[in-house]
Every structure is written in structure tokens, then in C-alpha cells.
């Protein structure tokens, strides 16, 4: 059974073929092979393409017949087009925007193919980081959050605050065994306790979806991609987001990290900082935590997940100091 808004718009292998002959890009993987690799679970079509000058490409297009796959495909070209123009370092971690266009049922845009490899793949990183590298990163996340929202000129969807009353999911996994019920208490009043700095603070920009294969290293130069998530939310998420998802790195990188963002972050913004990132990280770490065994990731992989995630909530009652030691 496809899922709700999964579906594809009809004949679009074709519409993506014709709009690839009509702009002569060779695409290393035809929308034909794409679409019989990933069915219906992706939203969009991509793949490097060559121009008739020999140059690489990345080609991207709207698969999914619904309005959400629409906005975000949307946003992506509307953030893109606006950091272009912006100072750096916007200007520099983002890349270029180089066409896009409307046809009558979906979207399709070309980038800047960028050569350098992304820094992992979901939570596995590709290999040790130089200090310099790790702190250029963090001056990216920084940079992302100082943006002011009405240079971006782009209307974008504000997260939600009330998602973090994970209370429900919380007794869900403590009735499963997964979290121990004291630490769901304590998960539900720090949230409660920061509910209204949660709603006071939602108004930063944030890419949304900051995981280790969205960060490339192209010539010592971090890269940020895949803006479609670009939201409005607090100074914490970004940084959180990448950071719970880090549960296999070496500690010493997630500390490093932490370490640099923090020093890089205006002073100013240091001690909001340090009372939002532990309710955004629960909420990260609930999230990751499973219910029952998975059948697409061995059981002693998925269990090393609880163990650290479940860690994480125990430290974030703790509050910033314990959390900056995961």
C-alpha cells in the first residue's frame, strides 16, 4: 500500500525526461532507473547531469503529487536564490542556484554540483575531522541562526513549539521498557518548565534538516545543502539536531564541536543557548528512540541507539553541563 502523499504524479518519469532533452543534460541516472529503484518513497527526483559544455550539474525535480512536497520544494529554490545574493558566509556554505523553472504538474531546478564529499552518512562519519574543519562548522550553524528572517524574504513555516510536549510518546516508550518511567517525568516538566521561552524563541532561522550527508567538505569549505526544511525555530535546533544524531561519533568530535559553537555564538545569546539546547535535544532523542525491534537494523546497533539516547535524556535533566559531557 503507498502511503498517504506519497503519490506520484502521473507520467512524471516521462515530464522529467523531456524537460532534461529540452535543456540537453545527460543525467547520470535517468528519472526511468531512479523511479524503479525508489517507488514512490521519494519525493523528489535527482541526479548529476552534464550540460553541453561539459560542466556537472545537480538536477532535482518534484515527484509527489501533494502540496506539502510542493512548499518544500518551493522553499529550496526561494533559500537558494536568496543566500546566493547574501554576504558571506552564506554566500560561500551555500551553493549556487543556477536555473529552475515551472512546468504545468511539478518543479525542477539545477545547482552547483558540488565535488567534495559529504562529512557521513546518517550517523556514520567518513573519517576524523581537522579542529579547523569542525570549527568552521559551527561558524556555519551559527551564521545560519543570526540570519534575520525578513532578509531572507522567504515566507517560511515556523516549527511548531507545542511538538515538544513529547509526553504521550514519552509513556509510550516507558509502558515498552525503552525509557525508565522517572526519566519520562522528568522529560515532561523540563519541557513544561520552558514551554513559554520555547514560544518566545521561535523565531530563528534554521536549515531543518542538518544531518552529516547534508554537510559537505569541498576544498576545505564546508557546504551546507538540501534547504527544503528551512523553517523558523530556536538557536538550538540546528545545533542539536546534528549533534543527537551523532551517537556513533567519538565523544571527543561531539564535544568539539559543542565547544566551538558555543564560543562562536554572540555572547549575548550564550546563556539562551545553554537553557534551550537540553529540551531540544530530549525532544531529538525521544524521537530516536525505538519502540520495538526494527527488521532494518541489527538488534545490538538499535540497542547501543536507546542506550545513548535514553543517556541523553538522563543528562539533559541535568541541565547543559551534564548534556556537554554525552
Known amino acids: 500500500m503507498v502511503p498517504p502523499g506519497n503519490i506520484l504524479i502521473p507520467r512524471i ?18 528519472p526511468k532507473k531512479f523511479l524503479a529503484r525508489v517507488k514512490t518513497s521519494k519525493h523528489r527526483y535527482f541526479t548529476p547531469a552534464r550540460t553541453p559544455e561539459g560542466t556537472t550539474v545537480a538536477f532535482y525535480a518534484r515527484l509527489h503529487a501533494n502540496p506539502d512536497a510542493q512548499r518544500k520544494f518551493l ?42 564529499n559529504p562529512l557521513g552518512h546518517s550517523r556514520h562519519l567518513s573519517g576524523r575531522l581537522a579542529a579547523s574543519t569542525v570549527a568552521q562548522l559551527a561558524s556555519s550553524i551559527v551564521s545560519i541562526g543570526q540570519l534575520p528572517p525578513k532578509e531572507l524574504r522567504v515566507k517560511l513555516q515556523r516549527f511548531n513549539p507545542d511538538n515538544y510536549r513529547i509526553d504521550r510518546q514519552c509513556y509510550g516508550l516507558a509502558q515498552a521498557a525503552a525509557v525508565p518511567a522517572t526519566t519520562c517525568r522528568g522529560v515532561g516538566r ?36 538540501d534547504w527544503e526544511l528551512a523553517q523558523l525555530n530556536n538557536l538550538a535546533y540546528d545545533l542539536g539536531y546534528l549533534w543527537v544524531h551523532l551517537w556513533e561519533a567519538p565523544k571527543r568530535f561531539r564535544q568539539l564541536l559543542l565547544q566551538s559553537f558555543v564560543r562562536q555564538l554572540p555572547s549575548p545569546q550564550r546563556a539562551l543557548f545553554r537553557q534551550l539546547l537540553p529540551v531540544v535535544v530530549a525532544y531529538l532523542a525521544i524521537g530516536g528512540i525505538p519502540y520495538r525491534r526494527s527488521a532494518h537494523e541489527r538488534h545490538a546497533e538499535q540497542e547501543r541507539r536507546r542506550r545513548y539516547h535514553v543517556r541523553l535524556l538522563q543528562q539533559c535533566l541535568h541541565g547543559f553541563s551534564a548534556l556537554r559531557n554525552a
Open 13 to 30: 518519469g516521462e515530464k522529467i525526461a523531456a524537460v532534461l532533452r529540452r535543456h540537453k543534460l545527460r543525467p547520470e541516472v535517468s
Open 75 to 116: 522553499t529550496e529554490v526561494s533559500v537558494l536564490r536568496r543566500l546566493n545574493r547574501m554576504p558571506q558566509p552564506f554566500a560561500r556554505s551555500a551553493p549556487r542556484l543556477l536555473s529552475a523553472g515551472r512546468e504545468s504538474s511539478f518543479e525542477w531546478f539545477t545547482r552547483e554540483h558540488i565535488n567534495g
Open 190 to 225: 523540563l519541557v513544561s518548565n520552558n514551554r513559554q521561552l520555547l514560544h518566545r524563541c521561535n523565531r530563528v532561522v534554521a536549515h531543518g534538516d542538518l544531518n552529516l550527508g547534508n554537510i559537505l567538505v569541498d576544498g576545505g569549505i564546508v557546504r551546507i545543502v
